[in-house]
């Protein structure tokens, strides 16, 4: 298993590591070390109850007011106002062509406002 594979190569790494600065004792205690690391990091069992770990139940409640306040979750909301609505294709083109044939109208009566009072 890859955790075997992490456990044996932590316990490797401090084996060395106490070997390269104690010698053959250095090397014992890194061993020691690196199998409690090891174990810490890799094996499901808690420190203080000693039984395997479990998932911890995050879900939260809707608050109850007594009907005096209304409270919705987002997924039941009652309407949906603000959102992008839906436009087919014929619309949104014309829309487009409309602000575009306005910029270019503007843009040609301006430049001939300026043409005639640079004359």
Avoid at 88 to 106: G, P, Q
Wanted: proline share 2%.
């Amino acid at each position: 298993m890859l955790k075997d594979l992490f456990k044996n190569g932590i316990k490797a790494a401090t084996t060395w590591v106490g070997g390269t600065i104690g010698g053959t004792k250095g090397a014992a205690i890194g061993s020691k070390v690196g199998e409690s690391l090891g174990s810490a990091l890799f094996d499901r069992k808690s420190k203080g109850g000693g039984g395997d770990l479990d998932i911890i139940d995050t879900s939260v409640t809707m608050p109850r007011f007594g009907g005096r306040m209304s409270a919705f979750k987002p997924s039941f909301a009652r309407s949906n106002r603000g959102y992008a609505e839906g436009v087919n294709f014929a619309t949104l083109n014309s829309a487009w062509d409309a602000r575009l044939e306005k910029y270019y109208t503007d843009y040609y009566t301006i430049k001939k406002t300026v043409t005639k009072t640079k004359v």
